[in-house]
């Protein structure tokens, strides 16, 4: 499963009543945690195209 995609389906149960507050912390983290991967992972994404394009014009 894609993070963004993992990410919606967490904040989808975060807004469910019925949590309780450190049901909801323990959700909010998550997400957290998976935001954060999204954004390395596209990091790392650029860095190498960056890194071929670098390379392609050394040549």
């Known amino acids: 499963m894609e993070y963004k995609?993992?990410?919606d389906v967490l904040i989808k149960m975060s807004q469910k009543r019925g949590l309780q507050t450190e049901e909801k912390e323990a959700l909010s983290e998550a997400i957290g945690v998976l935001a954060w991967m999204?954004?390395?992972k596209n990091r790392i994404k650029a860095i190498r195209v960056n890194r071929e394009r670098r390379l392609k014009r050394e040549k």
């Open 5 to 7: 995609k993992a990410a």
């Open 38 to 40: 999204y954004l390395y």
